[in-house]
């Protein structure tokens, strides 16, 4: 018989995801072969075909089985049914129907791996729709108008696939019986199925009807059931049950109180009387396990916990609510109320252990002698609560056997030391399992191994190729990484030693240690190799030795370690000769620059360190081209000395320099530099003329402050007498003020002033005069300050008391009159 398989995931090493996906259709007699495991998985491909045989496939079983098991495993991978399997008796209805079963791969007595295989049972089309009854009555009355309809009770299919329980329905007639079958899809993925009223009835005429309503599945072919309606003609009306929406949503804690009401429900009847009265009731899709935790008031539609405990941090109940009248027949309408339960309690672990050998009682075997590290049972914890709560740690306390992580919550139970069957015929033991709760909870539970059997075992590498990044220009020593390889085997055995193989001529730069940590024996130079790849050994101690190799390639990551270098211009400086014409592309050169760094420690950008001053360049900074920034004019010809550095984007940023010496010939066609229209030529202000200008200005202030200056100190001694009745406030004021505070009176404009400043530069004395002419000296405006005055000298007017005398004096050393 052809069964359809499918490998969906197969992953080297300890994953404990679907690997394997098998389809059996059910109803098949026992011993219906499923699949090969090893031909599948292609787990046997890699090897030797004489080590074939060696590698054994098991099944892992329950230590306390809750039911018969439905498969059955060769040695050789092959699966087969142990059983009769119906869908329908295994599943849930309406949901994919499936088995995991978990495989436990050996080399001989030594553990390779664990697989899950999920075999799906292939729902058939072996039940046909069903009516609650056989036969049913219906009373339709005179004043009935066209339209008006009658609710029927649907079929249900058994079968669990969604093809196999659709069903379609169909209304048998004589083709003068004004009726037709409506039928409507509810929530729960039924049918409100109802006999409508095609035309009105004359009870005189005709007061009863026999109808017949057919269901057929999906299947092909396909399956019926038959309801007959026996229909009278009275004056009555009914209409069914309504809720106020299709589906409700509740949450509550876990520990909600029994006594309160968890959701209530409220439908409405247009009828009146016994038509009108609702009960309310569990639906037929409503699970068993749902129908154990919550109960429901029929008259009230109040829905209660029957139990708090729910043993889980988050769960959903879905519950399938009816709301029944009391009509003859009695209608009907569906909603569906979810409730999910947050579980913020401490809930104990639960263990989960399976073993490789099957169990007698309670007791499982193991070989004698069983070599160290040998794989004996899988170990699931589960703890689905919150926080500290669900982090859940396990041990096991024994001389023979330990207890090694698989990942979260996962564990293996392993040979630790040599059994010897003669004087220890058992092995009884205990896996514990606590929780990180306040206070924490302990699960415990005991087992018993029975010995017989011994083994060895090669040394593991935790992956066939390990990846290093690590950066270049470090110090000898330098850490790369960690090669892990296990050995389950003890004493010599067990320890394990690690060299580097290299398939090259050079030498590698890098050593193992007996821990397998790789480290540099040398500064690595990415621009030189950024890529090593070589294979590392393990070696056991044991006689024979065994041995294993890996792969092991160390990327060299880049340093900002070189400068960029310009490779145009070649030299520096470089001499370049730019003719311009007014039809002159405005791009001149372009620099070229190259780094032997790699990604953004290579990115450069270009720049005008000097040269530039009449801006007259500019450099793209991603391209490096060199153009014209504005118009260029006769006058801009002449040599150009223009430094340009190149940058990368490295941390730290590194650069170089090159000079351009640039010469620039202008066309007779290019534009002049434009000149004011209308002034004359000796009259225009010359640059150089400002600059001796101020150049002056701020010589001839510089020599007022000084001179002022020395009339202070000359005046020094005399302050106690000129201000001995203003001791208080005067004397602060004249030590307190700057040089640049001190004042003057307003210069008159009949004298010529001559300023004379004594400076040292690099120990010479050198002496300048300014003469301030008559003519250039404007009238004084009050409360023009130093600043703006045009000689650089402070001005002010407010000269009073014993202030007028010091002033006085000052002045005398200051100015001298040319009457």
């Not at 006594?259 to 009828?271: S, W």
Request: aromatic share 8%.
């Amino acid at each position: 018989m052809m069964l359809k398989f499918c490998v969906v995931l197969f992953i080297l090493g300890e994953s404990l995801s679907v690997d394997v996906i098998f389809h059996v259709p059910e109803g098949h007699s026992p011993g219906t072969f499923i699949g090969n495991i090893a031909d599948e998985t292609h787990f046997l491909d890699s090897m030797p075909p004489q080590e074939h045989g060696s590698v054994t496939f098991s099944q892992l079983h329950e230590s306390i089985s809750e039911d018969f098991e439905l498969f059955n495993i060769t040695n050789s991978g092959k699966m087969y049914t142990t059983q009769i399997l119906d869908a329908e008796s295994l599943c849930k209805y309406n949901s994919e129907c499936f088995k995991m079963v978990e495989i436990a791969v050996r080399h001989e007595e030594s553990f390779v791996r664990i697989l899950e295989i999920k075999i799906i049972i292939d729902d058939i089309n072996d039940n046909a729709p069903e009516f609650s009854s056989k036969q049913i009555k219906l009373q339709f009355s005179e004043t009935d108008r066209e339209g008006f309809m009658k609710s029927i009770p649907n079929a249900l299919d058994k079968d669990v696939s969604t093809l196999y329980n659709q069903i379609n329905y169909q209304l048998y007639k004589n083709l003068d019986e004004p009726f037709s079958l409506s039928v409507n899809k509810k929530v729960d993925g039924t049918a409100k199925i109802g006999i409508m009223l095609e035309e009105a009835l004359d009870r005189e005429l005709k007061d009863s009807y026999t109808l017949q309503v057919i269901a057929r599945d999906g299947g092909s072919p396909p399956k019926e059931g038959i309801l007959d309606i026996q229909i009278s003609v009275t004056d009555e009306n009914d209409n069914s049950p309504s809720f106020s929406q299709d589906i409700y949503n509740v949450s509550i804690n876990n520990g909600f109180r029994k006594d309160i009401p968890v959701f209530v429900l409220h439908a409405t009847d247009l009828d009146s009387g016994k038509n009108g009265e609702i009960l309310y009731q569990f639906g037929s899709k409503t699970s068993p396990l749902a129908k154990s935790h919550f109960t429901i008031n029929e008259k009230t539609g109040e829905i209660f916990q029957s139990r708090t405990n729910y043993g889980e941090r988050k769960q959903m109940y879905k519950l399938y609510i009816e709301a029944i009248d009391n009509g003859n027949p009695p209608l009907s309408s569906t909603a569906i109320v979810l409730i999910n339960i947050l579980n913020e309690e401490n809930n104990a672990p639960r263990i989960d252990m399976k073993f490789v050998s099957k169990f007698e009682g309670n007791r499982v075997t193991i070989s004698e002698g069983v070599k160290v590290g040998s794989f004996i049972a899988y170990v699931k914890v589960i703890d689905n609560d919150v926080g500290l709560n669900g982090e859940v740690s396990c041990q096991l306390e024994h001389d023979k056997l330990e207890l090694r992580s698989l990942g979260t919550n996962k564990y293996k139970v392993v040979i630790k030391n040599t059994v010897n069957r003669e004087s220890q015929s058992q092995l009884n033991f205990a896996v514990e399992c606590e929780d990180k709760g306040m206070p924490p909870l302990l699960t415990k539970r005991m087992f018993t191994v029975q010995v017989k059997d011994v083994n060895d075992i090669q040394p593991h590498f935790t992956r066939d190729v390990f990846k290093f990044l690590t950066y270049e220009n470090e110090k000898p020593n330098f850490p790369i990484g960690l090669i892990n390889a296990t050995d389950q085997d003890q004493g010599s055995g067990g320890r394990l030693s690690f060299s580097l193989l290299n398939d090259h001529n050079h030498a590698l730069p890098f050593k193992i240690s007996n821990f397998g940590f790789i480290v540099t024996t040398q500064m690595l130079d990415r621009e030189q190799q950024d890529i090593y790849k070589f294979k590392v050994l393990v070696k056991d101690n044991g006689i024979p030795p065994l041995s294993n190799t890996a792969t092991v390639i160390v990327e060299v990551m880049d340093k900002n370690d070189n400068a960029p270098y310009f490779t145009f211009p070649s030299v520096s400086p470089f001499t370049l000769d730019v003719h311009y014409h007014p039809q002159s592309n405005s791009d001149i050169t372009t620099l070229r620059a190259s780094d032997r760094d790699s990604h953004v420690n290579a990115f450069l950008k270009y720049e005008i360190l000097s040269g530039n001053g009449k801006q007259l360049f500019t450099v793209n900074p991603y391209t490096g081209t060199l153009s014209y920034y504005r118009t260029v004019y006769q006058n801009d010809a002449g040599l150009y000395d223009l430094q340009f550095v190149v940058k990368d984007s490295g941390t730290p940023v590194l650069s170089a320099t090159t000079i351009l010496s640039l010469t620039l010939t202008v066309s007779n066609n290019t534009s002049k530099m434009f000149t004011p229209i209308g002034i004359e030529a000796d009259k225009k202000i010359h640059f150089n003329l400002v600059a001796v200008i101020v150049i002056a200005a701020v010589i001839v202030s510089v020599a007022i402050v000084v001179s002022i200056a020395i009339c202070i100190i000359q005046k020094n001694n005399q302050r106690k007498f000129l201000y001995t009745n203003d001791v208080g406030g005067n004397n602060k004021f004249a030590e307190e003020r700057r040089p640049s505070e001190y004042v003057s009176e307003t210069v008159s404009p009949q004298y010529d002033i001559s300023i004379t400043m004594v400076s040292d530069n690099s120990m010479k004395r050198n002496t300048q005069t300014a003469t301030l002419k008559k003519e250039s000296l404007p009238r004084h405006k009050p409360g023009q300050n130093w600043k703006n005055s045009p000689t650089g000298i402070l001005h002010q007017n407010i000269i009073q008391g014993t202030h007028q005398q010091k002033w006085n004096c000052c002045r005398q050393n200051i100015f001298r009159k040319q009457q």
